[in-house]
Structure formats: structure tokens, C-alpha cells
């Protein structure tokens, strides 16, 4: 089929967004009436941990996150934590309808495509 496959968060270098591994979010309580407080409570314990988060989401400690995470192409910048409502460009969005319903999940946006969801479940 002449097709190669690769997990390189950004296999062409190039003026695009790249692939990440975005990964959704939620506790039982974050999903209950009330739970996007629990949500931001979340948030902030992990802007506190930010580098060390994009050192564990991908395989080669941030390298590869680096040629993604550049702040243009509806990426965060790799040097600074954002978060927000319907934000495509932060590094944590919270869907609208999520702040709507006031209760729900968040979307972690910096795990490279090539992460160990493992690890970055863990964190």
C-alpha cells in the first residue's frame, strides 16, 4: 500500500499545528452537579507542575513537544501554562459545554502524539 505510519508528533517540519494526544479529563465528582469547581481545583494543581508534566508527555522528555507547542495553530506555548473556556490555543480547555452544564470533564492539550498515555494518565 506504499503507506508509512508515524506516531512523530510533527513528522514534516512546516508552518502547521503538528498531532498531540489530547486527553480528557474527569473524577465522579467533576462529573457531578457542581463539579467545575473540582475542575478549576484540578487545573491549578496542574499549571503548579507544568515543566514537568512536558517532560513526561513525550518519549524524548519535551523535545518532540517542541516542535508543536509553539503557541501558533490552535497550540499553547510550551513555555506557559494557559487554561480556558473553549480555548483551543491553551494548554487546558474547558468545554463550553462543560462551564454551561457546570459540571463535567477538562482536555489536557500538550501530550505529544507519540505520549505514553500511562504516564500522562498518571500525572
Known amino acids: 500500500f506504499n503507506v ?10 512546516g508552518d502547521w499545528n503538528g498531532a498531540g494526544c489530547h486527553t480528557n ?5 467533576m462529573r457531578e452537579a457542581g463539579g467545575l469547581k ?5 487545573i491549578e494543581a496542574m499549571s503548579l507542575k507544568h515543566k514537568e508534566h512536558i517532560q513526561a508527555y513525550d518519549p524524548r522528555g519535551g523535545e518532540d513537544n517542541k516542535r ?3 503557541g501558533a495553530h490552535e497550540t499553547a506555548s ?6 480556558g473556556v473553549a480555548h483551543r490555543g491553551a494548554s487546558i ?17 500538550r501530550p505529544s ?8 494518565t498518571n500525572r
Open 113 to 120: 502524539s507519540n505520549a505514553d498515555t500511562y504516564t500522562v
Open 38 to 42: 473540582d475542575i478549576y481545583t484540578a
Open 78 to 83: 510550551i513555555d506557559h501554562f494557559t487554561s
Open 4 to 13: 508509512v505510519i508515524s506516531m512523530d508528533p510533527k513528522p514534516i517540519p
Open 25 to 29: 479529563i474527569s473524577t465522579q465528582v
Open 93 to 109: 480547555r474547558i468545554p463550553r459545554q462543560v462551564a454551561a452544564d457546570g459540571h463535567g470533564y477538562f482536555e489536557d492539550r
Open 68 to 70: 508543536r507547542l509553539t
